[in-house]
């Protein structure tokens, strides 16, 4: 599950029911609060959870041992982990929140290294997901340099069920989502079933994906 928590303004109670209905075994959050960090850190056992009162509040936990690191980004640090290290089924899971090019100069500067640490992560990881935020729908340069590199794991889901990939986010809390700029990209892995979920107080949807190991 990926889930950006809006500031720590999303409905704490609305991100638990959502846990409580998906169970999902990792989760990656962006933009987290006090309130959210304390219902991933009660929830889940292991991960790291770095709550802030800005957008660069995030998190990276699981039901499963993982030791989580830092990947380094302008601004945005990204988190990284190894989910069955040792196995055949190893897989490297990135969360990331690329800066809002509509915060002016720096941050499109920060955005454009952001993909670029992105790219050198994944270049050598024969498996693995990169989940976020990446204030990009597919029109974007930024989504376009990635899926060079990554699938978008998400809109293959939908070509092969004949879906639309779902959106995931929209200006007013209360309204529809707009526009996909949540995603799910990876290498060596598939999505076979996808649910996107509203999330009371925010303006993003959770996006939940089953993901099963190519």
């Known amino acids: 599950m990926t889930c950006n928590l809006f500031n720590g303004r999303t409905d704490p ?3 638990e029911a959502v846990l409580d209905a998906t169970m999902p075994d990792v989760v990656a959050a962006q933009e987290v609060g006090a309130n959210a960090g304390d219902v991933l850190e009660r929830r889940f056992g292991h991960g790291l959870v770095r709550p802030a009162d800005d957008c660069t509040g995030r998190a990276l936990v699981a039901n499963t041992p993982i030791d989580v690191v830092e990947v380094d980004m302008p601004g945005r640090p990204g988190l990284a982990a190894e989910l069955f290290p040792g196995s055949d089924r190893s897989t490297r899971v990135l969360s990331v929140h690329l800066s809002n090019p509509v915060d002016g100069v720096k941050a499109i500067r920060d955005r454009g290294v952001q993909v670029d640490r992105i ?3 994944a270049a050598d990881r024969p498996r693995l997901v990169v989940v976020g935020d990446l204030n990009a ?3 974007w340069r930024s989504y376009r340099r990635l899926t060079g590199a990554l ?8 070509r092969n069920g004949g879906r639309r990939p779902p959106s995931t986010w929209g200006p007013l809390p209360t309204g529809p989502a707009l526009l996909r700029i949540d995603h799910v990209l990876g290498r060596s892995v598939r999505v076979i079933d996808l649910n996107v979920i509203r999330l009371a107080g925010g303006d993003h949807r959770a ?3 089953d993901v099963e190991a190519m």
């Open 13 to 15: 109670a609305a991100l």
């Open 119 to 121: 790219l050198e992560f």
């Open 137 to 139: 729908s597919p029109a």
């Open 151 to 158: 699938d978008d794991l998400v809109r293959e889901w939908g």
């Open 207 to 209: 996006v939940v994906a």
